[in-house]
């Protein structure tokens, strides 16, 4: 299956904004939904936004009208683009999408860090 490498992530001031980006090991266009989880620790991980094949997006309510996920099939990529970044918006973020062999499974990225400072 195709292997993302996350980048991106920073320390940022309040208000700021980060784009993070996923880069696939090939091209994506067998992929239905990448999406991009977020974690804090001790936290479980929850969605921040889904590029899906037909081109289009799902957020979720806290990432609606600041992050904008979109994807490009043949160079495999994968980007969130956060702009007002806030406090709470501190965790770790990770690809993700489901596949199947043998069964489904999911795939999670390594993650990169984002701080944001207050």
């Known amino acids: 299956q195709v292997q993302f490498v996350e980048s991106g992530g920073g320390l940022v001031p309040a208000g700021e904004s980060l784009t993070l980006t996923c880069v696939g090991s090939?091209?994506?266009?067998?992929?239905?939904?990448v999406d991009w989880y977020r974690q804090v620790q001790g936290k479980q991980r929850e969605l921040v936004a889904s590029a899906n094949s037909d081109g289009s997006t799902n957020y979720a309510n806290f990432a609606e009208g600041r992050f904008t996920i979109s994807r490009d099939n043949f160079k495999g990529t994968v980007s969130l683009q956060m702009i007002s970044l806030k406090p709470e918006d501190t965790a770790t973020y990770y690809c993700?999408?489901?596949?199947?062999?043998?069964?489904?499974?999911?795939?999670w990225g390594q993650g990169t860090q984002v701080t944001v400072s207050s």
């Open positions: 993700h999408y489901d596949y199947y062999k043998n069964g489904w499974r999911e795939y």
């Open positions: 090939g091209s994506i266009f067998s992929i239905n939904a």
